[in-house]
């Protein structure tokens, strides 16, 4: 099961925009709330140079880049947590994905109105966080009146534990405090992965700005005030991108540097997601094709084999390993193996970022 980022934001933020450059759809936008009623969705690939590079090297018939699936879902209101607006659809769709891309407002657009009056991204950002922290309170709540009245009927050390855990979540969502900052063992994290809290998952801020010098000044201005100066904050400028995605590639490049925009925002928020959901990369060729795989950091051997096909975790034996930085130097495999680069790693090696991993196995 690959990635899924949900995009999320109050209506008219900019999130559909974001979403139709990020996969080059063409969901509809208008400046009206509530034009997004059933979720978009779209796959994006992971913007990684090593891939090209290793294509150059084994010059494989096929090459299939490690994804991404992005999901826009319905603008978030106030209220939402008690199903206003669209609340309970929204809600349902957030607690599916891996990890969430909050798309605050920092652009000025008359045409375009803003469901909260004027542009406040603290203001916007603080809604948004009390409806998720409501709606994980509601969830755990349920949970925890049950526990609580099994505690009272049968001893078993489990249903304590599930107690314990539901009591110390209920009181960090009391304080405002998102599940995310929360220190929690493996052990009480797959206590509350059945109920999908939301205020648990992983969470990149973008920053959705005009042109305009007053758009960046605010920018620059909420990274060093409450509540933004402790997230981080991309820098977007999806109206703009926009307007440049049917120039070619140094065509966008040249005007967004006009703007001062080193790197195209797009290509940061990709990364950025990869890396709040702590994954690296691997690598496995064939004769058939070349391919890119995600992976959370610290995952072993066989389990990486897993994600091919479950009769390789099975049946691993051994792991053929090289990272990319001595194949890209060296310039073919056929070199390293001559001079004995090419480890032989068991089951319970961790795979590392940019691993090449040819796997042998025993099918059955």
């Known amino acids: 099961m690959g990635v899924k980022a949900g995009i999320i934001g109050l209506p008219n933020s900019g999130k559909t925009t974001l979403f139709n450059l990020l996969t080059r759809q063409h969901a509809p936008t208008a400046p009206y709330p509530f034009t997004t009623i059933d979720p978009n969705r779209g796959v994006v690939e992971i913007p990684d140079e090593r891939i090209e590079k290793l294509s150059s090297i084994i010059s494989p018939p096929r090459v299939v880049p490690a994804t991404v699936e992005f999901i826009d879902v319905a603008g978030l209101v106030k209220g939402a947590s008690q199903g206003e607006g669209l609340g309970n659809q929204f809600l349902s769709e957030v607690r599916g994905v891996d990890a ?55 001893k078993d050390t489990s249903i304590e534990f599930e107690y314990t855990v539901l009591d110390r979540c209920l009181k960090a969502l009391d304080n405002a405090v998102p599940l995310r900052k929360m220190v929690l063992s493996d052990e009480e994290k797959i206590i509350l992965r059945s109920s999908q809290p939301i205020t648990l998952k992983p969470v990149v801020h973008v920053a959705n700005c005009d042109e305009g010098e007053d758009s960046c000044r605010l920018v620059t201005h909420l990274r060093q005030t409450q509540p933004l100066n402790n997230v981080t904050l991309l820098k977007v400028h999806a109206k703009l991108e926009e307007e440049l995605v049917e120039l070619t590639h140094p065509e966008r490049v040249s005007f967004l540097q006009a703007y001062g925009v080193e790197e195209s925002g797009l290509v940061l928020l990709i990364k950025e997601v990869y890396r709040a959901l702590g994954l690296v990369t691997f690598f496995t060729f064939n004769e058939k094709e070349l391919r890119a795989w995600e992976i959370p950091a610290g995952t072993h051997a066989s389990t990486a084999a897993g994600k091919i096909h479950t009769d390789m975790e099975k049946g691993f034996i051994k792991a053929e390993v090289v990272n990319y930085v001595e194949l890209a130097a060296a310039g073919s495999l056929e070199s390293l193996r001559r001079e004995g680069k090419v480890r032989l790693e068991g089951r319970e090696y961790q795979v590392q970022d940019g691993d090449v991993i040819y796997f042998r196995f025993s099918p059955f």
Do not use: C, W, Y
């Not at 657009?109 to 509601?138: F, N, S």
């Open 100 to 154: 969430i891309v909050h798309v605050l407002r920092f652009f000025n657009d008359t045409q375009v109105a803003h469901v909260m009056g004027g542009i406040d991204p603290a203001r916007d950002l603080e809604t948004i966080e009390i409806e998720l922290l409501l709606a994980d309170r509601e969830v755990l709540d349920r949970r925890f009146s049950r526990a609580r009245e099994l505690t009272h009927k049968i």
